[in-house]
């Protein structure tokens, strides 16, 4: 018999709809039948194409007698961490103060009051590996409950005094400036592999915020240093493992530091920020696998995540059926020398596993590779390679597919409609930016409502029950602003402003500093508020962000000294920690630039004028503003008293507060950018 969560809109929690575990969705009901009832709550959070929350489930939650002691001793509530992004920060900060670390399946016990007590994420059902089982963790909280239970309720009522007390103190009365940016790049340049690209060591994780920084730094600053730590690192991901070689798009990470085994889930939001990485690579550079890597990763996204509604599912699961009724991780990607013998015969085999590095040992599981492209030196026959690809593209597509979660969450569509826009814009691909369009569409007519407020999710066209969060209305922001520069629609710049007025009213505090929640948001034991990069931006300096591109545009004043007031956190965490607050450095470089805003004028069909647009788009000036209407359109602010040069379309371009001489030549209008 289903349980409560049968009801849910959330993937993951219908994934759990069917366990013994008689599980709640988070509510007051759960935590009312707790006090009724005198137990504590278990409180469990993953996602739907977590690993290791499938392995938790399948041994814990499906089991009979394990259900049956969670249901006789607890409330059980299950949480999708994508659908609630604050229940999951404010407990996850929690786990990491008491265990220095983190990650999903997050698994804490709370009073009924919602206070933590005891903290873990994953426990096997048997003591394995120094961690103890999951029974034995469920007895021994129980036995404190029951015998200890006011010790209990002082050790959680001091947890959340020190979470209360975590206050941050942020100086918001100054921007960073070029010598704090100076600093962060150092440091990331400590923190370089040069040897194998990206920061850090094992695991290994796409660096997308970071490369942004990167490659706007570049150009204020010419910082060759700046420029080889990205194009390094973006083609030893494109050549790795985390790469896929067949279908384009990124896993969520590497487990190892040299980009060979990825953790083989694909996120909607590390699709998007990479496609736009890939995309701003190759606006840099011209670099050919940039452009490949770029296109195919946008073709990816469209191809295998867009949903009947027009908008974008949120992942792909990491495991899939092996043949032979097992959910393996990986199964779906990976290749056996003997498995493409059978695909290719004898004579393709041997050049593809020595073109995509499949060997006799494997370098995956059980004698399997992950496809990757090792030599860099080999030459090929483009023409049979292609040919290769084709036929190993085809038969994988006979195998079982991962699971795809097809929650539309807002803020990882905004980001996708930004990548896509601009991708489509600058390869003359017109249905990447359709699908840019219909995605944006989407967000208006479902998630946003006549008051400018956001629902974080939606399933089937149908909006879910959860407040959007700051990272909702700042990333959806910025892609309705990238959207309206490609496609010259004002009515983005509209919606987006309508966003960020939101932003202003009711997620800022009056020295400027941001929250992830709303003021009217569900009051929790914290107001979540984190300035840090996680796998996206954070809300805080994606808000920032697009508050900053809207004022270029409209000219507004006060939405420039709120972005400027919300990087006076990069000035702080800049130096010390830059490869965690990479957006808020990126967004600090576009201010120091300026941003340039661009007004293009002239008939829509007028070669000029798209020849003026294009050259405007290809401009790598950081957080650059393009608008470009009809002559005499005031649609965006930017365009307003911008006429035709001697009746001929015409560039404006502006800079603080300053203009050049308008030009109707795409050259001169290219050097006008250019430095």
Not at 44 to 66: I, K, L, N, R
Not at 383 to 388: L, Y
Not at 555 to 574: F, M, N, Q
Request: net charge negative; charged share 25%; with cysteine.
């Amino acid at each position: 018999m289903p349980n409560r969560l049968a009801h849910e809109t959330s993937p993951y929690l219908l994934q759990h709809a069917d366990n013994p575990v008689d599980w709640w969705p988070w509510s007051p009901e759960a935590f009312a039948e707790a006090r009724r009832r005198g137990v504590p709550v278990l409180l469990s959070v993953g996602y739907s194409s977590c690993h290791w929350c499938h392995v938790m489930a399948h041994e814990s939650f499906e089991d009979e007698p394990t259900a049956g002691y969670l249901n006789e001793h607890f409330v059980s509530v299950k949480v999708d961490r994508e659908e609630r992004p604050d229940i999951d920060a404010v407990y996850m900060e929690a786990v990491q103060a008491a265990t220095g670390q983190g990650g999903w399946p997050m698994t804490v016990f709370l009073t009924p009051d919602a206070e933590p007590f005891y903290f873990g994420t994953y426990f096997p059902p048997a003591p394995r590996h120094g961690m103890p089982g999951f029974r034995q963790v469920l007895e021994g909280v129980r036995a404190a409950w029951n015998d200890r239970r006011e010790e209990v309720g002082q050790v959680a009522r001091r947890i959340v005094g020190d979470l209360s007390e975590r206050t941050l103190a942020v100086d918001t009365s100054a921007p960073p400036g070029p010598q704090e940016l100076h600093a962060a790049l150092l440091g990331l340049t400590r923190e370089f592999d040069a040897v194998r690209g990206g920061f850090g060591g094992a695991p290994k994780f796409p660096p997308s915020m970071t490369l942004e920084f990167l490659l706007r730094h570049q150009v204020r600053t010419g910082s060759e240093a700046a420029l080889e730590m990205a194009a390094a690192t973006c083609e030893a991901m494109a050549r790795g493992g985390i790469y896929d070689q067949l279908g384009g798009g990124f896993a969520r990470y590497s487990v190892d530091a040299t980009w060979t085994v990825p953790h083989f889930e694909k996120m909607l939001y590390d699709n998007a920020l990479l496609c736009r990485a890939y995309a701003h690579l190759w606006r840099a550079t011209g670099s050919g696998l940039a452009r490949r890597v770029a296109l195919e990763t946008a073709d990816f996204m469209v191809r295998e995540l867009r949903t009947a509604q027009g908008g974008f599912a949120s992942a792909l699961d990491a495991d899939s059926d092996d043949g032979t009724g097992r959910h393996v991780e990986g199964a779906y990607y990976v290749w056996t020398p003997r498995q493409l013998r059978e695909v290719l015969g004898e004579e393709d085999a041997s050049i593809a596993a020595r073109y995509f590095g499949v060997t006799e040992e494997g370098t995956f599981e059980e004698g399997a590779s992950v496809l990757q492209l090792p030599d860099t030196d080999v030459l090929v026959d483009a023409a049979r390679i292609a040919s290769v690809r084709e036929r190993l593209l085809a038969a994988r597509d006979l195998r079982p597919r991962p699971g795809r979660d097809d929650k539309i969450v807002a803020a990882w569509n905004g980001l996708a409609v930004a990548a896509l826009a601009e991708t489509g814009a600058y390869f003359d691909r017109p249905d990447l930016v359709q699908a840019a369009t219909d995605a944006a569409d989407l967000l208006v007519r479902t998630h946003m409502d006549w008051h400018a407020r956001l629902s974080r999710t939606s399933l089937d066209g149908v909006a879910g029950g959860h407040a959007g969060v700051l990272e909702d209305y700042a990333d959806v922001a910025e892609g309705f602003l990238a959207l309206s520069a490609v496609t010259g629609e004002g009515v983005w710049v509209d919606f987006a402003g309508l966003l960020l007025d939101t932003v202003l009213v009711h997620f800022t505090d009056v020295d400027g500093a941001l929250f992830d929640t709303a003021d009217d948001a569900e009051i929790l034991i914290r107001r979540p508020q984190d300035p840090t990069d996680n796998a996206t931006p954070s809300g805080w300096t994606a808000a920032a962000g697009a508050l900053l591109t809207y004022a270029a545009y409209t000219g507004s004043s006060a939405h420039r000294e709120a972005a400027e007031k919300a990087l006076g956190v990069v000035r702080t965490l800049g130096p010390r920690a830059p490869r965690f607050i990479s957006w808020g450095l990126a967004v600090a470089e576009a201010l120091l630039d300026g941003p340039r805003e661009v007004a293009v004028v002239g008939p829509a069909d007028h070669p000029v004028t798209r020849q003026l647009h294009h050259t405007a788009l290809l401009s790598t000036a950081p957080g650059l503003a393009v608008a470009f209407g009809e002559p005499g359109s005031e649609e965006v602010p930017l365009l307003k008293d911008r006429p035709l040069l001697e009746g001929r379309p015409a560039a404006y371009v502006c800079r603080r507060f300053t203009c050049d001489a308008p030009t109707a030549d795409p050259k001169a209008l290219a050097r006008q950018l250019g430095g």
